[in-house]
């Protein structure tokens, strides 16, 4: 009897131990306050009817359980992100309803949803990445906190855990300098303007749009505070940036016993330059640097580093990039025993005759197996890993990168991007494929994109496209629709049928000119032009039912602009060959119907917010504590956006944004001026002077650039009446176009 009871003694004293170290290991791994903070943001009327529980990893990998339990749906995960992972699958599989940068659906059924059986959902990816340092610039320079808040629920409810997070870094640059005796003058001449700062945290330049305010620097600085602490409240792993050898232009002079390496990115802009690996001073300024980090911004232990990003090394031998590797990596290691460094694979794909076999096994083998993860940054068009045997052996991980410069054309291949992740996990040759990615440069476009390769995210199997479209529009509009269902499967079999590397653009957002694409601006067109004018006429038909749907109005308005978009290209080319045959009443005739487009396609993007370059300008300026400061920050928006660089740049309209004020306010003045030159050489019997126009139209950019006059952040009018009355104008217009011009592929 005695035995009996101290048997029951011992089991009980172990039972409650076990569920001591169960509930610590909960607390630690679970933040109920964080997720249950997202749920209000997220449905605040509905927040009371759910639960949160923990249930541990499973195989070490994330994973999330769904029910319904006494009326209330139980969230059960891991940490913060299965919990709200698990929030977004009930979202979308029980209540129909899809969270997206352009457009959400919440409207919550009656009566409340349940969930007949309980699901359990396991992620195959140990790592989920997001962001490229691009993003940082492109889409969110001039993001606040209650932005930043959007991102990040948007992120754990899509099972992010893996999130670069550079906000913030010029402050540590700064008192690690200044440390070292530079002073205002050397760091003004150091720091770029906040629109330029991914390309001085990867060492392409220094000092454009600058110079940076303290005041801008300690503001970044408290905002990255709370985006870290956000993220890590999910049980996200936030990745901070390391020191790759960047100094300042002054650092050559102040030191001119330190080798210091010229570096000299592939536009004109002057050179910045890298400590040689090889000096102490480059481990000492490395260990000053993560020392600052970690005591500012404290450590998950990955690090960003990316010395030879879009740039060549002064050498291709073995011994010197290894020991660079080493460096850099040992300059983290010694103050992080436990960093582990995360690098971007865009430079193999960028300069791929130089990193041959031998350079990056050199690169790959100077790290610690382990301690390295490489982002296989463009899988989906130019994957690295199939002809790297998988990198070698090293951790990777499958990144979409779909935009560059946050284009908003229509564009992406949807069968490719419903089954390559799959296929890659099983993949004879995935070496350590170790996650999954997003890698975009610009966001807040092609929504249906992104969503598609969030939910590989939770899944291993292939995407079944056709039942994903339906269920996505049903989600996306709130309630199913047959005429919005055939506009998605035009959209399929369109513009969401190819992945061109830049996208599919509008001539009329690149400089002027009669030849059918110009810098940057590329206008071949990969599907069937006229079929897309049937998705908009599905989506007109589809309106009286679904035209309160915040996502069915972006949608038609986004289809409306790119049928828009793509006959500007065919009136173009009409215009240009009435030109070449001496026609100019015709040439005259169909400029004007050219302007007039422009100006229609204005107006229409004038209906939503996610369509106005005011927006973007008034941001920028609200960055700013005094009239010089928003005058700097105007002038960064407005030179991103279009001569990148000062006048002579040659990445101009890189971004090529088809805005409602920059269609406009930008580009229709310079098709003003360059069809006032054509007609006036014309008349005296010349013609027209491409080269002198465009030294001549660039002093009317700069000055652009540097203007103020205001552009409103307000959407106006409807936009389903104004797509329709388009409609109505156009249609006939462009099938007769592309039936006379052939152009139809």
Same mark, same amino acid.
């Given at each position: 009897?005695?035995?009996?009871?101290?048997?029951?003694?011992?089991?009980?004293?172990?039972?409650?131990?076990?569920?001591?170290?169960?509930?610590?290991?909960?607390?630690?791994?679970?933040?109920?306050?964080?997720?249950?903070?997202?749920?209000?943001?997220?449905?605040?009327?509905?927040? !009371?009817?759910?639960?949160?529980?923990?249930?541990?990893?499973?195989? !070490?990998?994330?994973?999330?359980?769904?029910?319904?339990?006494?009326?209330?749906?139980?969230?059960?995960?891991?940490?913060?992100?299965?919990?709200?992972?698990?929030?977004?699958?009930?979202?979308?599989?029980? %209540?129909?309803?899809?969270?997206?940068?352009? !457009?959400?659906?919440?409207?919550?059924?009656?009566?409340?949803?349940?969930?007949?059986?309980?699901?359990?959902?396991?992620?195959? &990816?140990?790592?989920?990445?997001?962001?490229?340092?691009?993003?940082?610039?492109?889409?969110?320079?001039?993001?606040?906190?209650?932005?930043?808040?959007?991102?990040?629920?948007?992120?754990?409810?899509?099972?992010?855990?893996?999130?670069? %997070?550079?906000?913030?870094?010029?402050?540590?640059?700064?008192?690690?300098?200044?440390?070292?005796?530079?002073?205002?003058?050397?760091?003004?001449?150091?720091?770029?303007?906040?629109?330029?700062?991914?390309?001085?945290?990867?060492?392409?330049?220094?000092?454009?749009?600058?110079?940076?305010?303290?005041?801008?620097?300690?503001?970044?600085?408290?905002?990255?505070?709370?985006?870290?602490?956000?993220?890590?409240?999910?049980?996200?792993?936030?990745?901070?940036?390391?020191?790759?050898? &960047?100094?300042?232009?002054?650092?050559?002079?102040?030191?001119?016993?330190?080798?210091?390496?010229?570096?000299?990115?592939?536009?004109?802009?002057?050179?910045?330059?890298? +400590?040689?690996?090889?000096?102490?001073?480059?481990?000492?300024?490395?260990?000053?640097? +993560?020392?600052?980090?970690?005591?500012?911004?404290?450590?998950? &232990?990955?690090?960003?580093?990316?010395?030879?990003?879009?740039?060549?090394?002064?050498?291709?031998?073995?011994?010197?990039?290894?020991?660079?590797?080493?460096?850099?990596?040992?300059?983290?290691?010694?103050?992080?025993?436990?960093?582990?460094?995360?690098?971007?694979?865009?430079?193999?794909? $960028?300069?791929?005759?130089?990193?041959?076999?031998?350079?990056?096994?050199?690169?790959?083998?100077?790290?610690?197996?382990?301690?390295?993860?490489?982002?296989?940054?463009?899988?989906?068009?130019?994957?690295?890993?199939?002809?790297?045997?998988?990198?070698?052996?090293?951790?990777?991980?499958?990144?979409?990168?779909?935009?560059? !410069?946050?284009?908003?054309?229509?564009?992406?291949?949807?069968?490719?991007?419903?089954?390559?992740?799959?296929?890659?996990?099983?993949?004879?040759?995935?070496?350590?494929?170790?996650?999954?990615?997003?890698?975009?440069?610009?966001?807040?476009?092609?929504?249906?994109?992104?969503?598609?390769?969030?939910?590989?995210?939770?899944?291993?199997?292939?995407?079944? +496209?056709?039942?994903?479209?339906?269920?996505?529009?049903?989600?996306?509009?709130?309630?199913?629709?047959?005429?919005?269902?055939?506009?998605?499967?035009?959209?399929?079999?369109?513009?969401?049928?190819?992945?061109?590397?830049?996208?599919?653009?509008?001539?009329?957002?690149?400089?002027?000119?009669?030849?059918?694409?110009?810098?940057?601006?590329?206008?071949?067109?990969?599907?069937?032009?006229?079929?897309?004018?049937?998705?908009?006429?599905?989506?007109?038909?589809?309106?009286?039912?679904?035209?309160?749907? $915040?996502?069915?109005?972006?949608?038609?308005?986004?289809?409306?602009?790119?049928?828009?978009?793509?006959?500007?290209?065919?009136?173009?080319?009409?215009?240009?060959? $009435?030109?070449?045959?001496?026609?100019?009443?015709?040439?005259?005739?169909?400029?004007?119907?050219?302007?007039?487009?422009?100006?229609?396609?204005?107006?229409?993007?004038?209906?939503?917010?996610?369509?106005?370059?005011?927006?973007?300008?008034?941001?920028?300026?609200?960055?700013?504590?005094?009239?010089?400061?928003?005058?700097?920050?105007?002038?960064?928006?407005?030179?991103?956006?279009?001569?990148?660089?000062?006048?002579?740049?040659?990445? &101009?309209?890189?971004?090529?944004?088809?805005?409602?004020?920059?269609?406009?306010?930008?580009?229709?003045?310079?098709?003003?001026?360059?069809?006032?030159?054509?007609?006036?050489?014309?008349?005296?019997?010349?013609?027209?002077?491409?080269?002198?126009?465009?030294?001549?139209?660039?002093?009317?950019?700069?000055?652009?650039?540097?203007?103020?006059?205001?552009?409103?952040?307000?959407?106006?009018?409807?936009?389903?009446?104004?797509?329709?009355?388009?409609?109505?104008?156009?249609?006939?217009?462009?099938?007769?176009?592309?039936?006379?011009?052939?152009?139809?592929?």
């Amino acid at each position: 009897m005695r035995k009996t009871r101290y048997i029951i003694l011992v089991l009980a004293l172990v039972l409650t131990a076990t569920a001591q170290n169960v509930r610590a290991y909960n607390d630690k791994e679970l933040n109920k306050e964080a997720a249950y903070g997202l749920i209000k943001r997220v449905l605040p009327e509905h927040a !009371g009817k759910f639960e949160i529980a923990y249930i541990p990893k499973e195989k !070490g990998n994330d994973v999330f359980e769904l029910e319904s339990k006494n009326n209330r749906i139980v969230l059960r995960g891991n940490n913060g992100i299965s919990v709200a992972s698990a929030l977004n699958h009930w979202l979308k599989h029980y %209540a129909h309803c899809e969270i997206t940068w352009n !457009g959400t659906n919440l409207n919550i059924p009656d009566p409340f949803p349940q969930v007949p059986v309980k699901v359990r959902k396991l992620t195959p &990816h140990e790592y989920r990445y997001y962001f490229n340092y691009c993003t940082f610039n492109y889409t969110a320079t001039w993001w606040d906190w209650k932005r930043w808040e959007w991102e990040i629920d948007f992120m754990a409810m899509n099972g992010i855990n893996m999130p670069l %997070a550079l906000t913030g870094q010029n402050s540590i640059w700064d008192k690690v300098y200044r440390s070292m005796g530079f002073t205002d003058k050397d760091m003004d001449a150091f720091f770029s303007g906040p629109a330029y700062t991914n390309w001085f945290w990867m060492g392409n330049l220094d000092a454009w749009g600058g110079p940076m305010s303290k005041n801008f620097m300690q503001k970044q600085e408290a905002l990255q505070k709370k985006i870290l602490e956000r993220e890590r409240s999910f049980g996200m792993t936030p990745i901070l940036p390391s020191f790759t050898g &960047h100094v300042p232009p002054s650092f050559k002079d102040r030191f001119p016993h330190i080798k210091v390496n010229t570096q000299q990115w592939g536009i004109n802009v002057a050179p910045a330059y890298v +400590l040689n690996p090889e000096t102490p001073m480059f481990k000492e300024i490395g260990k000053k640097f +993560l020392e600052e980090l970690i005591k500012t911004f404290g450590t998950d &232990h990955l690090y960003s580093a990316d010395t030879f990003n879009e740039m060549t090394p002064v050498s291709n031998d073995s011994t010197y990039l290894g020991g660079m590797a080493r460096k850099i990596y040992e300059s983290m290691a010694a103050v992080d025993p436990q960093a582990t460094w995360i690098m971007q694979g865009w430079m193999f794909l $960028d300069r791929p005759n130089f990193w041959q076999p031998t350079q990056m096994k050199a690169l790959f083998n100077a790290v610690p197996d382990d301690k390295l993860i490489v982002l296989d940054l463009n899988s989906e068009l130019n994957p690295v890993w199939s002809r790297t045997d998988a990198f070698y052996g090293q951790k990777w991980i499958w990144c979409m990168l779909h935009n560059f !410069g946050g284009r908003i054309s229509m564009f992406g291949d949807m069968n490719s991007i419903a089954a390559d992740p799959a296929a890659a996990l099983q993949a004879r040759g995935k070496g350590n494929l170790s996650g999954i990615g997003l890698t975009m440069e610009g966001i807040e476009q092609n929504p249906a994109i992104y969503a598609l390769m969030l939910d590989h995210v939770w899944n291993t199997a292939p995407i079944v +496209l056709d039942d994903w479209l339906k269920a996505y529009a049903r989600r996306r509009y709130g309630q199913k629709s047959p005429a919005a269902e055939k506009a998605w499967e035009i959209l399929k079999n369109t513009v969401y049928s190819h992945q061109p590397w830049w996208g599919t653009n509008s001539i009329i957002t690149g400089r002027p000119t009669f030849s059918p694409a110009t810098v940057w601006t590329y206008t071949e067109i990969p599907y069937n032009t006229k079929e897309l004018l049937g998705a908009w006429k599905h989506l007109l038909d589809a309106s009286a039912d679904l035209r309160n749907s $915040d996502g069915f109005r972006y949608d038609i308005v986004d289809v409306a602009r790119q049928v828009l978009a793509n006959y500007a290209n065919e009136l173009q080319q009409d215009f240009a060959r $009435d030109y070449e045959q001496k026609n100019m009443a015709a040439f005259n005739r169909k400029s004007a119907l050219f302007l007039d487009l422009i100006d229609d396609m204005d107006n229409l993007l004038s209906t939503r917010k996610d369509f106005l370059l005011g927006a973007w300008l008034n941001s920028a300026k609200a960055m700013g504590d005094n009239a010089r400061e928003k005058q700097l920050y105007e002038r960064n928006a407005r030179d991103l956006i279009t001569l990148w660089l000062d006048k002579d740049c040659n990445i &101009h309209e890189y971004a090529c944004k088809e805005w409602a004020g920059m269609l406009k306010g930008f580009y229709k003045p310079r098709w003003q001026q360059f069809f006032a030159e054509v007609q006036k050489q014309a008349a005296a019997g010349k013609p027209i002077d491409q080269k002198r126009f465009e030294e001549e139209i660039k002093n009317w950019e700069w000055k652009w650039v540097n203007a103020t006059e205001p552009y409103t952040d307000k959407p106006k009018g409807d936009a389903v009446a104004v797509a329709r009355a388009l409609y109505t104008k156009y249609s006939n217009r462009v099938e007769q176009a592309y039936t006379q011009n052939k152009h139809t592929k």
